[in-house]
């Protein structure tokens, strides 16, 4: 099983303006309609246009599954996935919580219904919003051999060329590994 890319909007593709309402020079502005607004009602949103070809590159390497994990849900698929060159891609069904944090319980609010969603499948997730918490679950499902990254930017700029480097990486040597675990010589070995 190919490893889940979990990919977070806002924060990530979407970086929140500095206090002046700046955001990085790298993205442009777009008006969205999203599900239940009226067109005369958009939402503003800045993408970066290199972020498409970035997420294309890990999608052309056959060793990922990309999944939006976004409050935008369907919506990504829709909206934000168009304007980034994108083919449609699924997503996770999270709920519309009634929550005025993002961690309720400490953790991330999204964490219990995707590790619910991913069962044992490895993954790397990112997401500007973990907390030390959502780490230590990482670290568990690492340590049960659950091949499991956390990606976190800095949500005034998003996620960054470095971030797509380490996913690269991860996922070449997550194959790698899975790969050596069901080699020839592995169940040679084993026998």
């Not at 070449?172 to 169940?187: A, D, K, M, Q, Y």
């Given at each position: 099983?190919?490893?889940?890319?979990?990919?977070?909007?806002?924060?990530?593709?979407?970086?929140?303006?500095?206090a002046d309402?700046?955001?990085?020079?790298?993205?442009?502005r777009?008006?969205?309609?999203p599900?239940?607004?009226?067109?005369d009602?958009?939402?503003?949103?800045?993408?970066n246009p290199?972020?498409?070809?970035a997420?294309?590159?890990?999608?052309?390497?056959?060793?990922?599954?990309?999944?939006?994990?976004?409050?935008?849900?369907?919506?990504?698929?829709?909206?934000?996935g168009p304007?980034?060159g994108?083919?449609?891609?699924?997503?996770?069904?999270?709920p519309?919580?009634?929550?005025?944090?993002?961690?309720?319980?400490?953790?991330?609010?999204k964490r219990?219904?995707?590790?619910?969603?991913?069962?044992?499948?490895?993954?790397?997730?990112?997401?500007?919003?973990?907390?030390?918490l959502?780490?230590?679950w990482s670290?568990?499902?690492?340590?049960r051999g659950?091949?499991?990254?956390?990606?976190?930017p800095n949500?005034?700029?998003?996620?960054?060329?470095?971030?797509?480097a380490?996913?690269s990486v991860?996922a070449?040597?997550?194959?790698?590994?899975?790969?050596?675990?069901?080699?020839?010589?592995?169940?040679a070995?084993?026998?």
């Open positions: 099983m190919r490893p889940y890319l979990l990919i977070d909007i806002d924060g990530v593709l979407i970086p929140f303006p500095d309402g700046t955001t990085p020079a790298t993205h442009a777009h008006e969205v309609v599900t239940g607004r009226s067109a009602d958009p939402v503003t949103i800045w993408l290199a972020h498409g070809p997420l294309m590159d890990l999608m052309r390497t056959g060793l990922l599954t990309p999944v939006w994990c976004t409050s935008w849900r369907q919506d990504a698929t829709t909206l934000i304007l980034l994108l083919p449609p891609l699924p997503h996770v069904d999270l519309r919580p009634d929550i005025t944090t993002s961690h309720p319980n400490g953790y991330l609010w219990d219904h995707v590790d619910a969603w991913l069962g044992d499948a490895p993954a790397v997730w990112i997401d500007d919003d973990f907390t030390s959502d780490h230590e670290a568990e499902r690492v340590a659950l091949p499991t990254l956390l990606i976190q949500p005034r700029e998003g996620v960054q060329p470095e971030h797509f380490e996913v991860w070449t040597e997550v194959s790698t590994l899975r790969g050596s675990e069901s080699s020839p010589l592995r169940e070995e084993a026998a």
